[in-house]
């Protein structure tokens, strides 16, 4: 109700040559990272009812203002997150259970039902049911609202790769402006989220600025952020498929 809330896009999921895509909100209050019925079933762990095809780990009690339900928890094989820098990060044989939550669209007021919840599992340690714990990947989590980024320290213990496939957002190679999604080039995917964007008249930090769109800072998205993005056209601070 009060601020923005944080999503992570394109996360992947995999489970015995099964994928799925999915835009989980970020939720560092719950103790455990979710899916939803319609992921679970495009792994064939559900069927449409979320009745589970395979059998769960275990079941695990989830409670909240609508009460309490019972949530079938899956070892599933990776859940992979890419990250601005190029590479992605890759949970192997995670934990993560299935149930349906839903909200209401802002913009529309119509009902939807979130692709999954980001949880804390995922970023400190973790356990099972029978106290068994994997520590934490990260040192350090820095959550930057402003510019919708979360910043982290790898842990030494997990391999991180030494070269970059595409690297900025440092003083050498700065962000270009009208690089919205931070991905180091100015291209269709920066248009696409200017345009989602498009005629927002309440522009401020508490929703970063409409997810970076408002490119001028003047509290609104229209033809006047369309001219940073235009000067960057194609153009990338890494030496990539653009330069």
């Known amino acids: 109700m009060l601020g923005y809330n944080p999503v992570i896009e394109n996360i992947q999921i995999g489970y015995q040559g099964s994928n799925s895509v999915g835009d989980w909100l970020l939720d560092t209050g719950a103790q455990l990272s979710m899916m939803s019925t319609a992921q679970a079933e495009a792994l064939s762990l559900v069927d449409s ?17 609508g009460g309490e339900v019972l949530v079938p928890v899956f070892l599933i094989d990776t859940v992979s997150i890419p990250t601005l820098n190029g590479f992605e990060l890759v949970y192997g044989d995670p934990y993560v259970g299935v149930l349906d939550i839903g909200t209401i669209d802002e913009r529309t007021g119509e009902p939807i039902i979130l692709d999954g919840i980001f949880g804390a599992n995922f970023l400190g340690y973790s356990y099972d049911m029978s106290l068994n714990i994997v520590m934490g990947p990260y040192d350090n989590i820095v959550f930057d609202t402003q510019r919708a980024i979360l910043g982290f320290d790898v842990n030494d213990i997990y391999p991180v790769p030494d070269t970059l496939p595409n690297q900025c957002g440092d003083a050498e190679h700065p962000w270009l402006e009208g690089d919205i999604n931070r991905d180091c080039r100015t291209d269709i995917n920066d248009l696409r989220m200017l345009l989602y964007e498009w005629i927002t008249n309440n522009c401020d930090w508490l929703n970063w600025n409409c997810a970076g769109c408002d490119l001028n800072r003047d509290s609104k998205v229209d033809f006047k952020d369309i001219a940073p993005l235009t000067r960057n056209w194609l153009n990338c601070t890494w030496d990539g498929p653009y330069n």
């Open 49 to 65: 009812n979320g009745d589970p095809i395979v059998v769960p780990e275990f079941y695990l009690p989830i409670g909240g203002i």
